[in-house]
């Protein structure tokens, strides 16, 4: 199986602020990288597919880069709303494998 | 508009059983691969089962021998036959769509639609 490792594992930003989380795939999964996002009690919500395609709805202070097996979700300007934990999953192969997480607080 | 729904979940002893149900409306169950996904309280996502569109199935290997994925697709609804249940089995069990997107020339899989979870508890 293909291991996804996240870093950092949690981190507390104030609002407005730019923030990075990134994930490691165990081998190369060229961009079979998506990100979600989960509040506490609620199902994952999917923010970006295909490593940098937003879905739609997804607001664009979010961006998703990488490929291989270094990956990067940045939020440009955090927002109250953003607060959750941030999974990384890799699609390359079954079974789809998702990172141990990242929680975002809010300061 | 897309929607699954979980039910089935529940307090069972060690060693019990429970059937999980997701129904589906705004799509077509066997037209998708669908998978299920737990989350153990306080941790993160694990795949647990997925049923490709020729029926073909996958489990983990915590979940191998004990735990059956099906469809029904007259009603539209994917199941998850969890048999001798474990302390570690105790999670919330999530249904997800699989779907597939088209990039440029390039196909990708992700997880677009969930349910709300349906929470297993195994103890005694």
């Known amino acids: 199986d293909i291991q996804m490792t996240q870093s950092p594992s949690s981190l507390s930003a104030s609002v407005g602020d730019r923030v990075t989380i990134t994930c490691r795939a165990s081998?190369?999964?060229?961009?079979?990288l998506n990100w979600y996002h989960q509040k506490p009690g609620k199902a994952p919500n999917l923010l970006i597919y295909?490593?940098?395609t937003l879905q739609s709805g997804v607001p664009s202070r979010f961006t998703g880069g990488g490929s291989g097996a270094v990956f990067t979700l940045t939020i440009s300007s955090l927002q109250p709303e953003d607060f959750g934990t941030y999974y990384c999953?890799?699609?390359?192969?079954?079974?789809?494998?998702f990172g141990q997480g990242t929680r975002v607080e809010i300061k | 508009e897309v929607q699954l729904v979980e039910s089935g979940g529940g307090v069972i002893q060690p060693g019990g059983s429970l059937r999980l149900s997701c129904a589906a409306s705004?799509?077509?169950?066997?037209?998708?691969?669908m998978y299920w996904v737990r989350q153990a309280p306080g941790q993160g996502l694990e795949c647990v089962s997925v049923?490709?569109?020729?029926?073909?199935?996958y489990y983990a290997d915590s979940v191998k021998g004990r735990f059956t994925i099906s469809r029904d697709n007259s009603k539209n609804t994917l199941y998850l036959q969890m048999n001798s249940l474990r302390a570690e089995d105790t999670a919330v069990y999530f249904c997800?769509?699989?779907?597939?997107?088209?990039?440029?020339?390039?196909?990708?899989?992700?997880?677009?639609?969930w349910g709300r979870g349906t929470l297993v508890t195994v103890s005694s």
């Open positions: 997800a769509r699989d779907r597939r997107g088209i990039t440029g020339s390039t196909d990708y899989y992700y997880f677009d639609y």
């Open positions: 705004g799509f077509t169950v066997m037209t998708n691969y």
């Open positions: 049923i490709y569109r020729d029926g073909a199935t």
């Open positions: 081998q190369r999964i060229n961009t079979y």
């Open positions: 295909g490593a940098s």
């Open positions: 999953q890799q699609s390359h192969s079954t079974p789809r494998t």
